[in-house]
Structures are given as structure tokens and as C-alpha cells.
């Protein structure tokens, strides 16, 4: 697999629709998978915080403005305890899983052991499928320099066709091993 582009990632603005992308991604996946997607909590309208949710059912928040945290994005604290208990432990890779890793951000990034486990993650012979931040700091561009990602920026006119895309190439991957 040395070369191959095995980690498929989605950028793009924030409310884009990369979740959206994962999560149909997910629906239809035909392999076994492990890992977690973030969506966000409203409440009458306003955004009040996001909530990470594993494919095994797990869920706890990233970040809510309620919450106390020496890590603050905004208004947000971070949950560092949530990244490391729900986060990290999904994103292991497993057997021949398709790993969901929604998403490499600035939020995550505060923990050292989520960036440890993602690079974990992306360093196995396993298939990734995430998202990650537009912008980001040292350690975020080091990932979009890897040679075995792959990136595709969520845009209107793609969103409803990069699912799809996703899905095809993970069936050729799984294909080639």
C-alpha cells in the first residue's frame, strides 16, 4: 500500500456539510467501521455547543459553552476528559475497519493522546475517513502534507456527490489489499 492515498479527508468552511458528507458516508457503508463524527447541539436556534458521537453509540461533549476547561475555542470550553474517553478509544484501528475520524481540529489538537491516537489512526494499514480543519496549526498542516492523504474540499456544488466519491473509493482500496 506505500504511495497509496488511503486516508480520504474532507476540508472546507465551517457548516459547509463535511459531517453531512460523513454521516452518509456511514449510512451507507458496506464494511465494518469504528471511530466518531461531532455535531453540533442548538438550542432555540443558537449553537450552545458539539457533541461527539461514536459508531458504537457512545456520546459526550467536545465543547459547550457551559463547560469549564483550561481550553477555550470562543465561546466553548473543551472536554479534554470527553476527547480521551470517547474520541480516542473509538478511533483505534480494528481488524480491517474503515475508521470515521470527524474531525482533526483545533479542538481535538488541545489533546496530546487524540493526536497521538490520530496519527495513529492514519499511520495504520487501515482505511481513514475524517475531516479536518481549514485552517489548523503546525501539527494540522503536517497532517495535510502526509503522501498518504487524500483531500477534498466540501463545497455546495460537490457535497451531494462526495459521498459517492467516498464510497467508491473505499470499495477500490479494499479492492487492492
Do not use: W
Not at 461527539?52 to 470550553?77: C, N, P, V
Not at 481513514?128 to 489548523?136: A, L, N, S, Y
Amino acid at each position: 500500500m506505500d504511495g497509496v492515498r488511503k486516508n480520504i479527508f474532507l476540508t472546507g468552511a465551517p457548516s459547509s456539510g463535511k459531517t453531512t458528507v460523513i454521516k452518509k458516508v456511514i449510512q451507507s457503508l458496506d464494511y465494518p467501521a469504528n471511530g466518531f463524527y461531532t455535531e453540533e447541539e442548538r438550542v432555540a436556534g443558537r449553537r450552545t455547543g458539539f457533541i461527539m458521537k461514536t459508531l458504537d453509540g457512545r456520546k459526550g461533549y467536545l465543547a459547550h459553552q457551559d463547560i469549564e476547561s483550561d481550553f477555550h475555542i470562543r465561546r466553548y470550553g473543551v472536554s479534554i476528559e470527553n476527547i480521551e474517553t470517547i474520541a480516542v478509544p473509538s478511533i483505534a484501528p480494528m481488524g480491517r475497519n474503515i475508521i470515521i475520524l470527524d474531525e482533526i481540529g483545533k479542538m481535538e489538537c488541545f489533546s496530546e493522546v487524540f493526536t497521538q491516537a490520530a496519527t495513529g489512526a492514519l499511520d495504520s494499514p487501515n482505511i481513514v475517513v475524517g475531516t479536518i480543519t481549514f485552517g489548523g496549526d503546525d501539527f494540522i498542516a503536517g497532517i495535510k502534507q502526509r503522501n498518504d492523504m487524500e483531500i477534498h474540499e466540501v463545497t455546495l456544488d460537490n457535497r451531494d456527490l462526495l459521498p459517492e466519491l467516498i464510497l467508491r473509493k473505499i470499495k477500490d482500496l479494499r479492492k487492492s489489499e
